[in-house]
């Protein structure tokens, strides 16, 4: 192997010190026993066996490059299993049949979804709708998930939720009235209020500072409650727009929060835990104001 | 004579000014942003690592999370991975608590916190659902001359009416701007409104004496008021806050025909709106603002 040992990632003391001693490649290090690289390099044991336990990890995977399927790791696949993988994923339907018709189905999983619009056009809405829709029940079309709602405005309204839950099991008794199956009448029983409302994750982030420590902290929520099929973030933009005068800081942490949740979606269905779809909600990016004064 | 307490400005409150960074101008409010103001000491980094970052002028959470991982690897010279937990713990350290929907929909009711503040206007009761929302803020908007300073005194009685009548039984605080508020106003209409229970002189005086006028005439009179709230709402049992109103200092002092103001009032407005909405959602109290149109 190889590999030049710079483009491992080592700390930054730990490689200079390799460096300077000499080794240059993965190769040559892999001969080396921890005891022996410390006294030889002047790292210490533990150092040492965690630097040995990078190069090796990282040598593995690259092995079986001809051996692909065993490899799950591998992110290459035709464009056929992209199609059939496209056709059996599901959708979160958001009960307007014109949105629905637009969509091709409602909102599709393992895709991130933007909503924009001028205040009060009904994003929040939309996303309360959306936390509600993504556990109905597969029998009657639904996905059966639930949903972490993250708040950076403090528009997200109790109330109106259990208004839209109510309404929503209502219509899946008319449905269920006409269908008279058993498997849609058990299906219903689980779909009480206090099951929806249970399954909602809520968190409010009240600076950029909170939303940037629970992205990092989502991969280990999502772990944890694996039937997550939807994670919102209502005013994705909101808390940079006013707490930040460094615009190029500000672009470097709104990318860096786009990216996290781009590679959290890819992962998870890597993983096969879930397969999630993020709504994420800048309004506008750039400071000009809305025609009414509350443009915040 | 009836008097409804007035006071000018106060003595201003120091803003917590440590942890100022080259990086941003940022102000730290005395409201929000507390678990971001977090300093790294308090997280359970060790020691030689929080004195580490403290050289590079890395002192809080807020400081922590805008590096990119290259940054912290260069700055702590740990591994990625030691970098990644060490983005884990200090994250754990700042982010909001979980909570379910169902969750707060029992703790509300457990603790009998009314959801809306009813305004006696059946009408417009009926479309606000219930009334003005508690714990969120609420902007009143329209032509000059339609009663919106009206409305907000009367929603001032109200407010301090008993819970059996409707009311909030508690105080308000009444952010006054244009000089608008008229205390034998207040007395008029709490009279008029509710003639059974203020027929004795004394409740009248309770009344006026649980609404607190502030006269604030810059926007940077205002923001600081707003940002001393936090202490008054827990000493006087606030139940409302009203800012009446927030246009006419924002357009007394940003002209929107020139460029950069647009920001600077943007940015005015949003700083002004989220301190307030921290405090409505702690205190779950409504917060109204009030805003004129001109066409």
């Known amino acids: 192997m190889q590999r030049d040992l710079v483009s491992f990632p080592l700390s930054p003391a730990v490689r200079v010190k390799l460096v300077s001693a000499g080794f240059q490649s993965a190769e040559e290090l892999l001969e080396a026993k921890p005891s022996e690289l410390s006294k030889e390099v002047g790292i210490s044991k533990e150092e040492a066996l965690e630097t040995l336990q990078i190069v090796r990890r990282k040598c593995l995977t690259n092995k079986p490059r001809n051996d692909s399927t065993s490899d799950t790791s591998c992110r290459k696949c035709t464009a056929l299993d992209l199609l059939e993988q496209e056709h059996t994923q599901g959708f979160i339907v958001t009960f307007c049949s014109a949105l629905d018709n637009i969509l091709g189905g409602g909102v599709p999983l393992m895709k991130t979804t933007e909503i924009c619009g001028a205040p009060g056009v009904g994003k929040t809405q939309l996303c309360m709708q959306l936390a509600v829709d993504v556990q109905i029940p597969e029998c009657f079309g639904g996905v059966a998930g639930e949903a972490v709602f993250i708040d950076t405005e403090g528009s997200f309204m109790v109330e109106r939720v259990v208004d839209l839950a109510t309404a929503c099991i209502q219509h899946l008794q008319l449905i269920a009235g006409t269908h008279m199956d058993e498997e849609h009448e058990k299906a219903l029983e689980d779909f009480t209020l206090e099951n929806i409302l249970s399954h909602i994750y809520y968190f409010r982030c009240h600076d950029y500072t909170e939303l940037l420590a629970q992205v990092y902290l989502l991969p280990d929520l999502l772990s944890d409650h694996s039937k997550v099929r939807l994670v919102i973030v209502d005013g994705i933009a909101f808390p940079f727009r006013h707490d930040l005068d460094d615009l190029s800081l500000r672009t470097r942490l709104l990318n860096g929060l786009a990216q996290q949740m781009i590679s959290l979606a890819n992962h998870h269905r890597l993983a096969q835990v879930g397969n999630i779809v993020q709504i994420t909600k800048p309004e506008r990016m750039h400071s000009t104001v809305s025609n009414h004064t509350s443009g915040i | ?295």
């Not at chain 2, 970052?53 to 260069?74: A, G, N, W, Y």
């Open chain 2, 1 to 295: 004579m009836y008097t409804a307490r007035w006071r000018n400005t106060g003595e201003r409150k120091s803003d917590s000014g440590e942890g100022f960074v080259e990086r941003s101008q940022v102000l730290f409010f005395a409201g929000s942003g507390i678990m971001s103001n977090k300093k790294l000491r308090r997280v359970g980094l060790s020691q030689e690592l929080c004195d580490r970052l403290s050289r590079h002028q890395i002192v809080t959470c807020r400081d922590f999370l805008c590096l990119s991982p290259l940054e912290v690897m260069k700055v702590t010279g740990l591994s990625y991975r030691g970098v990644h937990e060490l983005l884990c713990t200090v994250s754990r350290a700042c982010a909001p608590q979980m909570q379910t929907v169902y969750g707060i929909k029992t703790q509300r009711s457990a603790n009998h916190l009314p959801a809306f503040l009813s305004t006696t206007l059946s009408a417009l009761d009926e479309a606000l659902h219930g009334g003005v929302a508690c714990g969120s803020l609420t902007e009143i908007t329209g032509p000059p001359g339609c009663g919106k300073t009206q409305f907000c005194i009367m929603m001032s009685v109200l407010a301090t009416l008993p819970t059996n009548m409707g009311g909030l039984e508690g105080a308000v605080v009444y952010i006054d701007t244009e000089s608008a508020f008229s205390a034998e106003r207040l007395i008029e209409i709490a009279e008029s409104r509710f003639p059974r229970y203020f027929n004795i002189k004394e409740k009248l005086l309770l009344t006026s004496t649980k609404v607190h006028v502030f006269r604030e005439l810059t926007c940077e009179e205002v923001l600081q008021r707003i940002e001393s709230l936090e202490e008054e709402i827990i000493s006087k049992k606030v139940k409302v806050v009203i800012i009446d109103s927030i246009a006419s200092v924002v357009r007394k002092e940003f002209d929107t025909q020139l460029q950069g103001n647009m920001r600077e009032r943007n940015k005015f407005l949003a700083k002004g709106a989220s301190l307030l909405k921290y405090l409505a959602e702690e205190f779950s109290i409504p917060t109204r603002r009030k805003e004129h149109l001109y066409l």
